[in-house]
């Protein structure tokens, strides 16, 4: 199973980005889809997440301005990041969770400037 995220990019506050990310190799459905990220110096945390009924979580900060969504017959996962702040700032990665595995994307860089 592989991963390919794109779709970051520099913006400045206040601005919007779509993430994707194109998932190959598995047929089956995917119990979990997320993305996470990591800014520089802190740890991978979890953004947002979607479930196999289509029930979606967010990280508090986050909350009413990202959305994530899924193409299943596309195999896409996308994160919609609306109103974005320098806080936001990371590397973004989409992570499957397929037939009892975690398998990740390599990254995409989201730059917000202030």
């Known amino acids: 199973v592989q991963l390919q995220a794109s779709g970051g990019g520099l913006v400045q506050a206040g601005g919007s980005l779509r993430l994707s990310c194109a998932v190959s190799?598995?047929?089956?459905?995917?119990?979990?889809v997320g993305w996470y990220r990591q800014a520089p110096g802190k740890e991978r945390e979890s953004v947002a997440s979607?479930?196999?009924?289509?029930?979606?979580s967010y990280t508090d900060s986050v909350k009413g301005r990202f959305t994530i969504s899924r193409d299943i017959r596309k195999r896409m996962v996308y994160l919609n990041m609306n109103t974005l702040n320098p806080e936001d700032t990371a590397v973004y990665y989409c992570?499957?969770?397929?037939?009892?595995?975690?398998?990740w994307g390599q990254g995409t860089l989201v730059t917000v400037s202030s």
């Open positions: 992570n499957v969770h397929y037939r009892g595995y975690d398998y």
């Open positions: 190799g598995a047929t089956g459905s995917f119990t979990r």
């Open positions: 979607m479930v196999g009924g289509g029930i979606t």
